[in-house]
């Protein structure tokens, strides 16, 4: 009994995890940024966030922060 209760614990504190939306979309970010010698944490960053936009969501569905990062990661690109 103590096991069960131990998972059930365990269980309340696991957060979901938000599947990749479009792992070819990161992989080509990713590649993309690094090449232009972006930062690896931040290229990494922001290509998941481009795998995961919302087409038809206003601003792709990005919190403020997400926009944030992602202009920042194109500064490299240009």
Do not use: F, H
Not at 17 to 46: F, G
């Amino acid at each position: 009994m103590e096991i069960k209760k131990w998972n059930a614990d365990v269980s309340a504190l696991t957060l979901p995890l938000k599947q990749m939306d479009n792992p070819r979309l990161y992989k080509a970010s990713l590649e993309a940024l690094t090449t232009a010698n972006c930062p690896k944490k931040l290229a990494e960053k922001v290509s998941k966030i481009v795998a995961n936009d919302e087409g038809g969501q206003p601003n792709l569905g990005r919190t403020p922060e997400e926009t944030e990062a992602v202009r920042e990661a194109a500064k490299y690109l240009q």
